[in-house]
């Protein structure tokens, strides 16, 4: 259930965050498709006529907690272009395990790791692990 109100979350989020026109025109939807399967996996799939493009598919797995039951693990992509001409692509992967994992070039990354802190990283790692405490 928690995977189906992430999945309309972000469905949400991906219609809210494209470029809206004004009320007054109606944007045409070129091409829609929607397949539902009676396991619960589905695709689907939309071209307007601004540009807008997505598709998603979602599979049925087993959960990786035994307490949880079957979920749906969806991927998919949509791309619109931005106010400023910029041709927005975002591809993403939902699952129980990693949660939403989203990848575009538009998206902001952290910076790289300073060398002195990634030579420290580096030494730490090859430190044997300490001995168990006797709490």
């Known amino acids: 259930m928690k ?6 979350l972000a469905v949400v989020a991906i219609a809210s965050s494209a470029p809206q026109k004004p009320d007054n025109q109606v944007i045409a939807i070129l091409k829609q498709e929607f397949d539902q399967q009676p396991d619960g996996s589905y695709v689907y799939s939309y071209e307007t006529e601004n540009g807008i493009k997505a598709d998603e598919t979602g599979t049925l797995k087993k959960a990786s907690s035994p307490d949880t039951s079957d979920v749906i693990v969806a991927q998919g992509a949509f791309s619109y272009t931005a106010p400023d001409g910029t041709v927005i692509n975002l591809n993403y992967i939902a699952d129980d395990e990693n949660g939403f994992k989203a990848e575009g070039a538009h998206l ?5 790791i300073p060398p002195a802190i990634q030579k ?3 030494y730490l790692a090859t430190l044997p ?5 006797r709490n």
């Open 129 to 133: 692990p300490p001995p168990p405490s």
């Open 120 to 122: 420290a990283l580096d």
């Open 3 to 8: 995977m189906r109100i992430l999945l309309l």
């Open 108 to 112: 902001p990354t952290p910076p790289p």
